[in-house]
């Protein structure tokens, strides 16, 4: 079983403020996306990294892929309200590119 | 990226009942994907639906329990079977998107079984 560890679990924090989310295995995938999920929504897409060390930005927020594609992080520099939310990465296995593994998620909170 | 729509939105259940879930998806698809998501828990994969093949199921998970159709490339439903509390959940479907691993979800069916 390829397991993906996120921390941290949960994160509560002002406005403006910044902060990063890793995701953490032993294995290597193929490609590792980024999700957010709002109370009572399915996920959405941030995001998906495909080449050992590739940053992507996306406004606030800054993605990495690890060298040996074992691991990620998500920034998002001076975070807002509307950022608050579930975050869940989930890698794809090389064999059946189809299929994820979800680590747990981040629960962030984002004070006023 | 794929709209996708589920019905129910919710639901709340008597235990030994069944339901049936159904995804709709805006254009064609070849894979579908069922997944559970328990209270403040993450994703797990139920099954994998391929239009005219039956579904795959992931460890822990059966046919008897989770029936699924997939009758064309834009429509499956999940039935969850004689369900008891411990089914209480969201139930997602997602589908492929054009990146390998990257996949699209519904907005879920949250589940909870009395």
């Known amino acids: 079983t390829q397991l993906l560890e996120q921390s941290p679990q949960f994160l509560s924090i002002q406005e403006g403020e910044n902060l990063t989310v890793y995701c953490n295995s032993s294995s290597v995938f193929s490609s590792l996306q980024w999700y957010r999920q709002e109370p009572g929504e399915g996920p959405v897409l941030l995001v998906t990294?495909?080449?050992?060390?590739e940053v992507k930005k996306l406004k606030r927020l800054t993605f990495q892929f690890g060298d040996a594609r074992k691991d990620s992080s998500l920034h998002i520099t001076a975070a807002q309200p509307g950022d608050t939310g579930l975050y869940l990465c989930?890698?794809?296995?090389?064999?059946?590119?189809?299929?994820?593994?979800f680590g747990k998620g981040t629960l962030l909170t984002v004070n006023p | 990226s794929a709209v996708i729509s589920q019905k129910p939105s919710r639901d709340i259940c008597q235990r030994g009942t069944s339901l049936t879930i159904q995804c709709q998806v805006d254009?064609?698809?070849?894979?579908m994907f069922w997944y559970r998501q328990q209270p403040g828990q993450s994703l797990t994969l139920i099954a994998t639906?391929?239009?005219?093949?039956?579904?795959?199921?992931e460890s822990g998970f059966v046919i008897d329990k989770f029936p699924i159709s997939r009758p064309n490339l834009t429509f499956s439903t999940l039935t969850v079977s004689n369900m008891s509390p411990e089914d209480s959940s969201i139930y997602l479907c997602?589908?492929?998107?054009?990146?390998?691993?990257?996949?699209?979800f519904g907005p879920g069916t949250r589940l909870t079984v009395t």
């Open positions: 997602s589908v492929e998107g054009p990146v390998g691993g990257e996949q699209y």
């Open positions: 639906a391929n239009q005219g093949s039956e579904a795959t199921y």
């Open positions: 989930a890698g794809a296995h090389g064999g059946s590119n189809y299929k994820l593994t």
């Open positions: 990294v495909v080449t050992g060390g």
């Open positions: 254009s064609q698809v070849t894979m």
